[in-house]
């Protein structure tokens, strides 16, 4: 491991990201991404009897999906780190009970999907781990009761609401080669700039997605188009235009490389508001499609910013606003492998 | 925090956000509203006409009725659409109320009849009928001592 510049992290030895696991809700199965998911559930229940188990449902299938393409058996890994929106990391935890494998719970809110990856990586690298699975989850219903209101409540949202993504993205990791490399990382640091509207987190979370991605260009010494892709997490219609200004502002134009994941994952008409939001919202897109490009060779190198609004319900009635953080990681193609 | 200034910041990014658009939300929130309200003037006729209900008595079962109806609704997983387009327009009316209700007996179903439903019924609730009966107690102090007074 070495430290680059301030924040970011490079792997000496090399981690590579053997297979990857997704899973996925109704509406994320109608969506333009429908066929880079490896499971698409027809309901939301995910014929579990409540939305609880449905979320861990979702996780347990992507894990399973990750083991069965890298074809490794599970008492062969080491390390699982898990991480959700519900309160006590319950799906993770919960999961982690079938599973056997030691585990590490994370809490980054929606930015735990490359929260877990990149501390994944880095307990690889340094070699306190061979083998072990990211892995991260996210309901619109359970989401919905453990920060807004119950799912049948009936009160209006803003445009600048987001919908949270139903479904769980995990990831096989380990130091032998494979198509995509997991590069570099950086960590981000918590940004809050004042915003207090729960239903307006692509511009609380847009700051630390900035930072971020500046500190992690700086620390690098690269240029955005240095990356076929910059994908945000979960900025959405609001928060993506915002860190694109601000970016550019300090000289950085990444206009032309940057996707959202949120805007990604739903056709435009589809009734989500400003776009996805939640853990699963980037691992899916990451997991699935991203990395698609990756091993098809569209894409060389690609830069994911998972984007998380620390929201807590409490924090808003105590009138404290919304802090934000991002983290990034670097993927790239490995030549001579698909 | 370098740069940080959160009114700067505040202000500048409510010039990302799309246009709320109060004319027509309001418009659907007035027809909406209307049309709940229409149902329940006819089911009052209905009771009135059909089952011999006094007129001053009509209101009960009328209320009744549309509390079941706001129910069965939020059970089918009808309610939430019709929030989200009509605002206030349905959850002013006593079927918002029933809504919020119900919807908070079906999110806690799951852990059971008395700490998930019951305990959580009047999660959303609650504070209306708080403020209920805080507001008409205070009424009913001031009109005492004006009719003690005057």
Not at chain 1, 39 to 49: A, G, I, Q
Not at chain 1, 162 to 184: H, I, M, R, W
Not at chain 1, 249 to 275: A, R, T
């Amino acid at each position: 491991m070495t430290k680059i510049g301030k924040q970011t992290w490079g792997y000496t030895k090399p981690v590579y990201i053997q297979s990857t696991g997704t899973a996925v809700g109704p509406l994320e199965g109608q969506g333009p991404l429908k066929d880079t998911f490896d499971k698409v559930y027809s309901e939301l229940h995910c014929n579990e009897d409540n939305w609880e188990l449905a979320e861990r449902r979702l996780m347990l299938d992507a894990v399973n999906q990750s083991l069965q393409k890298a074809g490794v058996d599970q008492r062969n890994i080491d390390l699982f780190l898990a991480g959700d929106l519900l309160n006590q990391n319950v799906t993770g935890n919960y999961v982690a009970r079938h599973l056997g494998i030691p585990l590490i719970g994370m809490f980054g809110a929606c930015s735990t999907s490359m929260e877990t990856l990149a501390t994944g990586a880095a307990l690889i690298s340094s070699g306190y781990a061979k083998h072990a699975i990211a892995a991260v989850s996210s309901h619109n219903a359970t989401a919905e009761r453990q920060f807004r209101y119950p799912t049948e409540y009936g009160g209006q949202k803003p445009k600048t609401a987001t919908y949270t993504v139903t479904g769980s993205g995990a990831a096989l990791l380990s130091s032998k080669p494979s198509a995509v490399k997991v590069e570099a990382a950086t960590i981000g640091k918590v940004m809050d700039y004042g915003i207090t509207d729960p239903f307006d987190m692509g511009s609380a979370m847009a700051p630390a997605a900035w930072d971020t991605i500046k500190t992690h260009l700086e620390d690098m010494g690269r240029v955005p188009n240095d990356y076929d892709v910059i994908a945000t997490g979960d900025l959405s219609a609001v928060g993506s235009p915002i860190v694109r200004d601000m970016l550019k502002d300090d000289g950085y134009n990444i206009s032309e490389v940057h996707k959202d994941c949120g805007l990604l994952i739903y056709h435009s008409e589809q009734p989500v508001f400003s776009g996805g939001s939640g853990c699963a919202c980037s691992a899916v897109v990451t997991y699935g499609k991203l990395l698609n490009g990756l091993k098809d060779g569209t894409y060389k190198r690609i830069l994911v910013v998972a984007t998380g609004a620390l929201m807590s319900p409490m924090m808003l009635q105590q009138k404290e606003s919304i802090p934000g953080i991002a983290h990034a990681v670097v993927l790239a193609k490995e030549e001579g492998y698909e | 925090m370098p740069g940080f200034n959160s009114k700067e910041y505040k202000k500048t990014s409510q010039g990302y956000h799309p246009k709320p658009p109060y004319f027509i939300n309001a418009l659907k929130a007035f027809v909406v509203g209307g049309l709940i309200c229409v149902l329940g003037e006819l089911l009052s006729e209905m009771y009135i006409h059909w089952f011999g209900f006094k007129e001053k008595d009509a209101g009960d079962p009328t209320v009744a009725t549309l509390i079941l109806l706001a129910a069965l609704a939020t059970g089918f997983g009808v309610y939430d659409r019709l929030g989200q387009f009509a605002g206030a327009g349905s959850a002013v009316p006593v079927t918002g109320f029933a809504n919020s209700i119900t919807s908070a007996a079906l999110e806690h179903k799951s852990e059971g009849l008395v700490l998930g439903v019951a305990t959580n019924l009047f999660k959303l609730a609650g504070s209306v009928i708080v403020f209920g009966v805080v507001a008409a107690y205070v009424l009913g102090v001031i009109r005492f001592t004006w009719q003690a007074l005057f």
